[in-house]
């Protein structure tokens, strides 16, 4: 649970925006969805976020223990990261977020967008959330047990 100190508010929503709420945060929780796990992968995203905002961000999920990471047993130098429990929980709010866009945007998507739109039409939210939330879980799995090996 996340220890919340100087919040400008007692409203709920008002306090997760103030933990997720900026810019880049979402999008790099999206990114380890998407099973991008270091620096570099989160630099070449398509939104190209600057590595001082990246740092940033990162450094901000791990203080409130959103995301962990293991270093790369072969080079030290390369931070594995990935999604704690806390961090895949906001897969609902994702998921949301990707269907509103969708519903309400007059935009062109990225292809991978477009295809997760065909995969889960017609398909139960919860069914998809329990799901991708399994599967990363799994992911996840896979890679604390290949950098502690």
């Given at each position: 649970m996340?220890?919340?100190?100087?919040?400008r508010?007692?409203c709920?929503?008002?306090?997760?925006?103030?933990?997720?709420?900026?810019?880049w945060?979402l999008i790099?929780?999206r990114?380890?969805f998407?099973?991008?796990t270091?620096?570099s992968?989160?630099?070449?995203s398509p939104?190209?976020?600057?590595t001082?905002?990246l740092?940033?961000r990162?450094?901000?999920?791990?203080s409130l223990?959103?995301?962990?990471?293991?270093?790369?047993?072969?080079?030290?130098k390369i931070?594995?990261y990935?999604?704690k429990d806390g961090g895949?929980?906001l897969?609902?709010l994702?998921y949301e977020l990707s269907l509103?866009?969708?519903?309400n945007?007059?935009m062109?998507?990225?292809?991978?967008s477009?295809d997760?739109?065909?995969?889960i039409?017609?398909?139960k939210p919860k069914?998809?959330?329990?799901?991708?939330s399994?599967?990363?879980?799994?992911?996840r799995?896979?890679i604390?047990n290949e950098?502690?090996?």
């Amino acid at each position: 649970m996340i220890k919340v100190k100087d919040n400008r508010s007692s409203c709920p929503i008002s306090t997760a925006l103030e933990i997720i709420g900026d810019q880049w945060s979402l999008i790099v929780i999206r990114d380890l969805f998407l099973e991008r796990t270091t620096f570099s992968e989160f630099r070449n995203s398509p939104e190209k976020i600057s590595t001082n905002i990246l740092t940033d961000r990162l450094n901000k999920l791990l203080s409130l223990d959103l995301i962990g990471y293991v270093k790369n047993p072969k080079n030290k130098k390369i931070k594995i990261y990935y999604l704690k429990d806390g961090g895949i929980e906001l897969y609902p709010l994702l998921y949301e977020l990707s269907l509103w866009s969708k519903k309400n945007l007059d935009m062109k998507f990225h292809p991978l967008s477009i295809d997760w739109y065909k995969a889960i039409e017609g398909r139960k939210p919860k069914e998809v959330i329990s799901e991708i939330s399994s599967s990363y879980k799994a992911f996840r799995k896979g890679i604390l047990n290949e950098m502690v090996a």
